[in-house]
């Protein structure tokens, strides 16, 4: 374990420092995550990208990386991306063009998407569009009206970006929207919202409120979900401002359909205890 970033050293972003992610992105190591702006305000947070670019560009080793970092810039004419609390991005490429998404919330808290250059990946290289706002009643909770933590797995043809839903208590979830890779993924028509959460509290055993999720491989290649959640019983609010969340994994499957499951449920558990199961087999 190593630091490569610290905000004592940067003279532009401050120390409200939110969920990082690493990607590779046309032969370069970056690490997008949510910063401050100000010293002094919590909330005025925006999506910054580091790269691994000096030395011999080893991301293990502390002296490739920057120290500023980029805030990520709009496209020219676009007035909505970044220009109010903004955070949780995160990296894909699809047929050769290369996007962002993340959460921005002039309202409600809303997931967008854009383009980007891949060699000066915090430049948006097209509008932003509105990919998903909540609007069913598992998206919200009390005041909190969220879409956040955009993560995206592709399959079968198909692209699926999670996120996150309602407040980060029990009612915390996730949800799926999904388009055609070969689609134009900047036209919402493109885009599919599932209207039910595909991940929440009652589809785990002693967990609750599943969320803010990214995707990637188990040692054999199989895709996981690695995601947070809080345990039952634990001492604290459950609100945004108890830290009682943990980190969990668990294999991600697949529908017949090409759609990923998250909810698996361990076959052990559909099984009453002290059941005695018998099989008979027929050899023809």
């Not at 205890?273 to 023809?284: E, S, T």
């Amino acid at each position: 374990e190593i630091t490569i970033w610290d905000e004592k050293n940067s003279t532009t972003s401050f120390r409200y420092i939110w969920a990082p992610e690493l990607h590779y992105i046309n032969g370069t190591w970056y690490v997008l995550f949510t910063s401050s702006n100000s010293s002094s305000n919590v909330w005025g947070i925006r999506p910054v990208i580091i790269a691994c670019n000096k030395g011999d560009k080893n991301p293990i080793d502390p002296a490739c990386w920057e120290t500023q970092g980029h805030y990520c810039e709009p496209f020219a004419g676009d007035n909505v991306a970044f220009n109010s609390f903004s955070l949780d991005m995160t990296y894909f490429e699809s047929g050769g063009n290369h996007y962002v998404c993340w959460a921005e919330k002039p309202t409600t808290s809303n997931i967008m998407i854009a383009a980007i250059d891949p060699d000066q990946p915090w430049k948006t290289t097209s509008k932003s569009l509105l990919l998903s706002r909540p609007e069913y009643a598992w998206e919200w909770n009390a005041n909190d009206w969220v879409n956040e933590g955009p993560a995206v797995i592709k399959n079968n043809g198909k692209i699926y970006v999670a996120f996150s839903a309602s407040s980060v208590n029990e009612t915390y979830c996730v949800g799926f929207v999904y388009a055609d890779e070969t689609a134009n993924l900047l036209d919402i028509e493109s885009w599919t919202k599932v209207g039910y959460p595909v991940l929440e509290s009652v589809d785990l055993v002693n967990q609750n409120g599943p969320g803010h999720n990214s995707f990637s491989v188990d040692e054999y290649g199989n895709p996981v979900i690695v995601y947070h959640a809080r345990t039952p019983g634990e001492a604290g609010d459950k609100g945004l401002y108890d830290p009682g969340r943990h980190a969990r994994v668990k294999s991600v499957n697949f529908a017949v359909d090409g759609m990923p499951v998250l909810n698996m449920t361990p076959e052990e558990e559909l099984l009453p205890a002290n059941k005695n199961i018998q099989i008979k087999v027929i050899v023809q």
